[in-house]
């Protein structure tokens, strides 16, 4: 009497994982293709343009010849190699003070209080911009919840 292999595995039994032994894997249907890899004959490439107008310009002056020594300080240059790094520039917070007056009156002595803007509660608290970037990283980005914190912190 041939003895079959139990069909039992981890997904239908109390089984732990470690029993099930190595599963064949599955094939790719991808077909090999004949062409290239990267980028295929006469497809239009594209590349970042320089800029007309930068915000910066640094000039990397060559002080003397490489070699002889010969100081270039007064020399005109005849011509700028140019290459331009696109960047963000920093972030830096914008705090808002509001300040709400307070005021006696002289006739009958009641002390009056300037009103704060809707939605100005606390002493100290975040504004919408910043609360919009904690919505955008934790439900669409799904940053957790820990790490957004760090990061708005």
Excluded at 24 to 46: A, I, V, Y
Excluded at 81 to 92: A, L, M, N
């Amino acid at each position: 009497m041939i003895r079959e292999p139990s069909k039992q595995n981890s997904n239908n039994s109390s089984k732990p994982p470690s029993t099930d032994g190595f599963k064949k894997k599955t094939k790719s249907l991808r077909t090999k293709s004949d062409k290239k890899p990267g980028g295929q004959e006469g497809h239009e490439g594209s590349t970042l343009e320089l800029s007309d107008n930068p915000d910066e310009i640094e000039i990397h002056g060559v002080d003397k010849c490489d070699i002889c020594g010969e100081s270039l300080q007064d020399v005109t240059p005849e011509r700028y190699i140019i290459r331009q790094i696109v960047d963000i520039p920093d972030i830096k917070v914008k705090i808002i003070e509001h300040r709400a007056e307070v005021k006696k009156c002289p006739k009958c002595r009641r002390r009056n209080t300037g009103k704060f803007p809707d939605g100005i509660t606390n002493t100290v608290q975040y504004g919408e911009k910043v609360k919009s970037v904690a919505v955008y990283l934790t439900q669409y980005q799904l940053i957790p919840y820990k790490r957004g914190s760090e990061l708005i912190e």
